[in-house]
């Protein structure tokens, strides 16, 4: 079904049971598998609120009135078609390290795009750097699958990133409310939590998931080194021992953290993922646990 080094069929077979999960109502889309706050037309009902001018007369609970003598308007649960869009970080620092953030992030990708085809929602794959790259819609079920692992397949890491660029051009191109689901390292010069909270304020439900590899996270030499940016060519002159790799890693921890925090203070959701714990542990475990999936 999928490119065999992308995603086996052993995995997809696991990832059938379960579903792309959001926490926001998103008032006024209908369809899909999670349940919404907001009331409409639906299986389930939910509760009664007082008629107003202009209200479907067919949802008048007419024996309530018979009782009452005042309308009251039948309210069910409805199960709204979130918008999913997948944003893909493509940069050069995605292909760093002695494992591949980028091979890991494609089949991470590939993973919950399988699941959303499996549930009939509409997924969009946007790879981004310095920029926001051609998208893929993903829709029409599993059996669409094969061209979505194909279209990861051919994506390639290069180029810097620039968080700011990438959500004034989300936002100004998707003006529909949804969940976003950013797979990337995070790892730029530049600063990306205000563009983070920019795309929260616009009303969009974050589900972070940052990858590293235990180099990003810590660094194994010692000595003199000299380190080279790989998206900007910028080189720094480090003398590196014990007790300076212990102060990378506590920044490091401190910059999970504070993703953490622009996540769970606006709503949404983080996860922190080394490479060395294997794609469908990640999606069983930490990813389930934030309910990610469920």
Known sequence: MAT????????????????????KSFPGLVGGHNSSRFSGPGQEFLDHRHFHHGDDLRAVNWRAYLRLEKLFLKMFQ?????????????????????????????TLAAALAYVGLVQLD???????????????????????????????TSLQPAGTTDFLRVARQFVSSHRQRGLLVIVSDFLSEEDCERPLQYLAEFGHELLLLQLWTEED?????????ELVDVESGRKLDLDFDAEARQRYTDQFDAFSSQLKKVAFRNGGRYVGIPTS?????????PIASAQGVR
């Open 122 to 152: 509409t997924m969009v794959i946007i790879p981004f750097a310095s920029g926001l790259g051609e998208p893929h819609i993903c829709s029409g079920g599993r059996h669409r699958f094969s061209s979505a692992a194909n279209y990861l």
């Open 277 to 285: 714990v294997a794609v469908e542990e990640a999606i069983f475990g």
């Open 4 to 23: 065999p080094s992308l995603i086996d069929q052993r995995f997809l077979e696991k990832l059938e049971r379960l579903t792309i999960r959001w926490r």
């Open 78 to 106: 409805i199960e709204p078609r979130v918008p999913v869009r997948l944003l893909l970080d493509t940069s050069a620092s995605m292909n760093t390290g002695s494992s591949s953030k980028f091979d890991y992030a494609r």
């Open 217 to 225: 996270r810590t660094p194994p030499w010692d000595g003199e080194l």
